[in-house]
């Protein structure tokens, strides 16, 4: 079975945007905690995620390591310019997609499940016709 190098370019996005996944979720919790106000701890994030403290304790270190956390040490998660320009536009990526969702007449707590999941996938192109049509309807 051969690849044309289309697909073989698809699969590489794909694997790429798995890669950054797991940072987008964690940055856009730690946003929209700080946007309301709160602080998340480690304990939070392990019941958001439904993960360990070992593994939330790694998921942090590794993105503090990617210049997305500032002043991780200090035990306050707060997030770097970088950290938050990743987190605004993965939560506005999901809102729009609960947008899209909802108007299709998905329910809400399903649009929400499916946009966290999708939020990561679809091309900027995708993207902007779902914005352009719900701008129109």
Do not use: C, W
Request: hydrophobic residues 40%.
């Amino acid at each position: 079975m051969s690849s044309s190098p289309e697909k073989l370019n698809v699969h590489e996005r794909v694997r790429r945007q798995h890669a950054s996944e797991l940072a987008q979720d964690y940055v856009e919790a730690i946003y929209i905690a700080l946007e309301e106000g709160r602080n998340l701890r480690v304990a939070d994030l392990q019941e958001i995620f439904g993960v360990s403290h070992v593994t939330v304790i790694r998921t942090l270190r590794r993105i503090e390591e990617q210049g997305l956390l500032a002043n991780a040490k200090s035990g306050e998660l707060a997030l770097s310019p970088e950290g938050r320009k990743l987190a605004k536009l993965s939560a506005d990526r999901h809102d729009l997609l609960v947008r899209f969702f909802r108007a299709l007449g998905v329910s809400e707590a399903q649009a929400d499940a499916d946009a966290e999941g999708a939020e990561h996938h679809l091309s900027e192109e995708t993207l902007g016709a779902i914005r352009r049509f719900l701008e129109k309807s």
